[in-house]
């Protein structure tokens, strides 16, 4: 019984481990590819902001992200934003980046998003 739950424990340590690893790799790409219109902090104000005509959307905006969902995102970030009726500002990354990484940008975003 108690190596069972020493077991889960293990288990979900990591799982977490994992899904923490993914986000540090969304993060690193997230420094690349990302700030420069999103911002450092991820709040839509980088350097690129004020020139465009359509505002970076606000990754730590909690209401605005859990609007969406994981594949919502997935699909902004692969296929651009045209894809999901949003602004062609919103460069395509799918010639840049593997499903993986594009994955492990997702699980950053929903660190950001929730992290106030
Ligand atoms: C050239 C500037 C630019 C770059 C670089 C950029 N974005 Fe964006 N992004 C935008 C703009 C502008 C929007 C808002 C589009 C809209 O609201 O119509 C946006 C929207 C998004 C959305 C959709 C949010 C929603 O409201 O559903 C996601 C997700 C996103 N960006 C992720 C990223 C990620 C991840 C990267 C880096 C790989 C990135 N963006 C790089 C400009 C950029």
Not at 79 to 88: L, M, P, R, W
Request: net charge positive; charged share 25%; glycine share 6%.
């Amino acid at each position: 019984m108690r190596r069972t739950a020493l077991t889960l424990v293990l288990a979900l340590a990591c799982a977490s481990a994992f899904a923490d690893e993914g986000a540090r790799n969304g993060e690193k790409l997230y420094r690349v590819y990302c700030t420069q219109c999103h911002g450092l902090q991820g709040n839509g104000k980088g350097i690129n902001a004020a020139h465009l005509s359509v505002q970076p959307r606000d990754h730590t905006d909690t209401a605005e992200m859990s609007a969406r969902t994981d594949d919502d995102l997935f699909k902004a970030i692969k296929e651009g934003g045209k894809a999901v009726n949003k602004s062609v500002l919103m460069p395509s990354w799918k010639a840049n980046l593997s499903d993986e990484d594009v994955r492990a940008l997702v699980a950053y975003l929903r660190e950001l998003c929730c992290r106030k």
